[in-house]
């Protein structure tokens, strides 16, 4: 009987060894973080000093685009779900509630702060100046008839002096972020938007039509003039380079770091400089964010401390490192406001003003 009841407890406790081993080897030594083409230069930079200045491992980061960050990121709680998401554009309401009933209760918001949207060129010939309003007549899928009336059509824009006889009579191929793109989002919010309700009518119809002004204001067109290069924003400065007539959107960081290949266009008289993009006289700027999954905290190592880290004066304020990289930071108080709530991790409420 006791040599019964010594195997049954060994048996036991083989199987308890068992599951401790598989839950330890399931355990992750590194913070995983996706999401943002556009954080991801910032990101990269902690990762690294994080990694050199302490006892954990260099955080793995991949560049996903904000859409597909947020979709990883909302998937799931355990270790094979990514800790952290970056995004140049705020959590949608819809992602909040995916998040939510995916089980991650707890997601703290994080701004970083600030990055302009630049419609760049080659330095190989002289910048454009364009209005919103010429942007969406570029871009938008659908827009107001020729003949004055109020009616919408499919874009016949071939060439930007077509759209105005100021600009040159060049062919327009606008090369651009895909739809998971925060990029693309803020682009077609702030930029295409922008222009868009300088159209009286198409104006009116938020009023009357919330959905179809959205969509008219908001869909970019797929006839070949705006060709999506993906979520590697330096293949868009590469193809600049070799090709001085075509335009591409990308954010200030990557203008800042290829100054030398690529220049901004003038919007609306201004030009994408860090002090008008701080100050908001560049017309196209917009935030940049990242959330973090509260649940892996205590599982896995670092996140605290690469959080902090990214959020210390010396990285992301006034004089920080990333301001060499691009990075707006924001103003004081707000600032202050989501350094409390990254270093002491207070998750959402889902009362935040999600779109």
Known sequence: MKKVLMGALAIVAGATMAISTT?????????????????????TV??????????YKTPKIESTGSGGGMKLFCAGVGVQHPDITNASRRMKKSE????QANGIKDVVEVKIGYDGIV?????????????????????????PAKDGSETLVPNFYKKWNQIDSSL??????????????????????????????????????????????????????EDGAYIEAGENDNLIVQKLDANPDQLGIFGFSFLDQNS?????????????????????????????????KKAHVATIPGIKGYVKEFMADRASGDEGYLTEKGLIPAPAKERAFFVKNATQLIPMTGNEPLK
């Not at 839950?23 to 556009?38: D, K, L, M, P």
């Not at 701080?278 to 196209?284: F, L, N, R, V």
């Open 23 to 43: 839950s330890f080897a399931a355990t992750r030594n590194h913070i995983e973080i996706v999401g943002s083409s556009t954080v991801f230069p910032f990101a």
């Open 46 to 55: 902690v990762a690294e000093r994080f990694g050199k200045t302490t006892r």
């Open 96 to 99: 909040y509630k995916k998040c």
């Open 119 to 143: 419609i760049g060129s080659s330095v190989k010939k002289a910048p454009m100046k364009l209005s919103l309003k010429q942007i969406f007549l570029a871009t938008a899928k659908m827009v």
């Open 168 to 221: 040159p009579n060049t062919k327009i191929e606008i090369l651009g972020p895909p739809p998971t793109s925060g990029t693309r989002d803020a682009f077609a919010e702030v930029a295409m938007e922008g222009g868009c309700k300088k159209f009286g009518f198409i104006k009116a119809m938020k009023k009357s039509d919330k959905k179809k002004y959205k969509k008219t204001c908001r869909t970019v067109r």
């Open 260 to 292: 030398d290949k690529i220049q901004g266009s003038i919007v609306n008289g201004v030009s994408p400089e860090f002090e008008a993009i701080a100050d908001g006289s560049y017309p196209i700027s917009r935030s940049l964010w990242f959330y973090i």
